[in-house]
């Protein structure tokens, strides 16, 4: 199962439990110890990208796909893959 929204979204699974969420390739966020050795930015920093600029709020890897999601100048959030960022 995969699913991609460009903008905020509310994501609701239903079926018959028990179930159990199997991240690919695990889950790292950025308040793993090893943080530093998966993402290129740490919580606070300053970034841009094609969707407007604003400042790392979280980080989450799984496998190879690593993301950010950042709060915008006017306190709107967007997710973006960390190759998209540039610092500033």
């Known amino acids: 199962m995969f699913g991609y929204s460009p903008e905020a979204a509310i994501v609701q699974v239903y079926g018959v439990g ?3 969420i199997r991240w690919h390739g695990g889950l790292k966020t950025l308040d793993d110890p090893d ?3 998966t993402f290129r930015f740490s919580r606070g920093d300053r970034v841009g ?3 407007g600029s604003g400042r790392i709020v979280e980080g989450y890897a799984s496998g ?3 993301q ?3 709060e915008g100048v006017q306190g ?3 997710m ?3 190759h998209e960022l540039r610092a500033q």
Request: charged share 25%; proline share 5%.
């Open 76 to 78: 709107e959030r967007f």
């Open 80 to 82: 973006a893959h960390q």
């Open 18 to 20: 028990p179930f159990q």
């Open 68 to 70: 950010h999601e950042i």
């Open 64 to 66: 190879t796909i690593i």
């Open 35 to 37: 943080a530093k050795s």
């Open 49 to 51: 990208a094609a969707r």
